[in-house]
Each structure stands twice: as C-alpha cells, then as structure tokens.
C-alpha cells in the first residue's frame, strides 16, 4: 500500500448494516494486502467493516479492464478476512451511493464492474425530505445446482440448496432462526467438495406468504447482519421450494427478505434474472492515520 503522506482517505457505509470500508483508488495505485484488509476491518483496532469496497476504475484494474467499456468503474470486493470474493450484494449498492455522493454519477442507472461480470443498479430519486432514494439492482441470474448439500450446527443439521448469485451460497431452512445458534464459527457445509472456495450460508424461516427472514454467516466475514447476494440465493431458493418458478409461469415472483439489519425486496424475473432493492447509506468520511498505515 502507498498511502499519500497525508494519510489514507476513507468512507465508512452500509447497506442493511452490511457494512464496508470504501477506499477510493480511481487508479488502482494501492497495493491492498490480505493483512492490511483485515486490520481496517478490524473492529476494534482498525476502522471495522463487514469487507472493503475499493473504487478503481475498471481501464485501470487487469481483473477489470474487458469491462471498461460498459462500465467505468470497478468493485474491488474484499471480505473482512481479506479474502476476495466475485460479488457483494449489499456492497454495490453503497459503491453506487459512493459513486452519487462523489459527484461521479447521478440519479438513474448505471454499471459497475465486478469479479462476477457487470452488475446493474438504479439510483431512486431522493425523497422530499432529503432521504437518499433506495437503490434497486440487476443482480444478474441464479444458478441453482442439483447437489445435495446438508448443513450442520452443532447437533443439527439441514438439507440445503445450492444457489450461486456469481458468490456461493447454501440455504437451508429451519423452523426457527435461533436454531443456528451463535454462529460464532462458520458452519459445516458437507460434501465440503461442492464447495471448493468456500461459502456463505443462509438460514431462512417464513414469516408470511412470499415473506421470509434470514441470518447468514458469510465466507471471510463470519456471521454479518445482512448479505445482498444471500437474500438473493434465499428468495430463489424459497421460491422453488414453493412450487415458484418464473420461467413457467412468466410472471415475476416478488419476496420479502427480512435480515437482522433490514429489509430487501428480491424479485425473480421469467428470464431467471434477480433484482434486489435495498437502502444504501454513507456515514463518514475520514483520513486513515499514515503512521498506524506504517506500523
Ligand atoms: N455481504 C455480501 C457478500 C460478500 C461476499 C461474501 N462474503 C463471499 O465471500 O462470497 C452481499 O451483500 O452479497
């Protein structure tokens, strides 16, 4: 990392209190470690966050360059562990609110680039009393693979469906969201071969026709209090165990997300596209100390 003498400027924002770092780096300068992810994530010593959003223009990364004629600017998704991951849901509608709040882009539509191909948000108009409008993206297609999975919590354990929204997932459903216990430790995911770069694991009980709540522990962030692409995975999921599919029916299926952060509204399209609408917040802004960078 080569941070400016004068420190390393930050914003801090979430989305359904999914929270990330955001570290804007138009010219992809900064060399971003694992250990320095993690240490700006830290909670106690660092800045803390779910992961960090870093904002690079998509001609200037090499993960990203094919992509810069649809879209200008790249999502460098790292997760609190410093792990890398293709997607984050929640992230990129706080990077579209980064790129509004810096007078990058407007109101409206536009394209982010990302290591699971270009995603679509819209940008709502603010509300009359100044509230940021929410933001709805095109999160691009499930893929729902055949594979038997089962989850395991201590002496419980749940089939589960696997669902990859460009990032892994598996979602398992249980009569009572407390039975995953505190998830202090990533939950045993088996056959562990289905998954060979890990995954994030959903817990999903209903609440109502179309209605669902969800806890999530995530792969390089532990448990968080909200995952875009999870609520995703989960409304796709629930949808088939429901006898829902679009691409018979023709009609969009709308469901209803409850996390512990907040709410999303996830709609499957006939074409097996997702599209999810959520809020997007920014927080604070600030300089990150250049002697702690050093130490
Ligand atoms: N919180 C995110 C997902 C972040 C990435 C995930 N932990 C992974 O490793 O795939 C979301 O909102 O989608």
């Not at 971003?32 to 992961?51: E, K, N, Q, T, Y």
């Not at 995953?180 to 060979?196: F, H, I, K, M, T």
């Not at 995952?227 to 999921?237: D, S």
Request: glycine share 12%.
């Amino acid at each position: 990392m080569h941070p400016t003498h004068s420190g390393l400027p930050f914003l801090k924002g979430h989305g359904t209190e999914n929270d990330f770092v955001i570290i804007p780096d138009p010219d992809g300068a900064l060399e971003l470690s694992a250990a320095m992810v993690a240490r700006l994530c830290d909670r106690r010593a660092g800045i803390g966050g779910d992961g960090i959003l870093r904002v690079v223009r998509s001609a200037a990364h090499p993960e990203a360059a094919a992509m810069a004629g649809e879209a200008e600017w790249f999502m460098d998704y790292r997760n609190a562990d410093g792990s890398i991951a293709e997607m984050c849901g929640n992230g990129v509608r706080v990077f579209a609110r980064y790129l509004q709040h810096a007078g990058l882009v407007g109101e409206g539509d536009l394209a982010v680039a990302t290591r699971a191909g270009v995603r679509r948000p819209h940008i709502a108009k603010a509300d009359a009393d100044g509230t940021p409008g929410r933001i709805t993206v095109d999160m691009g297609r499930a893929t729902l693979h055949p594979d038997q999975v089962e989850v395991t919590v201590g002496d419980r354990r749940w089939p589960a469906r696997h669902v990859n929204m460009g990032n892994p997932h598996a979602v398992a459903f249980v009569d009572d969201l407390r039975h995953a216990g505190r998830l202090l430790d990533a939950p045993e995911v088996s056959p562990a071969s289905v998954y060979p770069e890990g995954v994030n694991v959903e817990f999903v009980t209903d609440r109502g026709p179309r209605h669902v709540a969800m806890r999530v522990h995530e792969r390089g962030s532990g448990e968080t209090r909200s995952c875009g692409t999870g609520a995703c995975a989960v409304a796709v999921a629930t949808a088939r165990r429901d006898g829902v599919d679009p691409a018979v029916t023709g009609e969009p299926a709308d469901y209803t997300v409850d996390l512990p952060g907040g709410r999303l509204l996830i709609t499957e399209r006939p074409d097996g596209t997702v599209e999810m609408t959520g809020p997007a917040v920014i927080v604070a802004e600030g300089v990150v100390d250049p002697a702690w960078l050093g130490r």
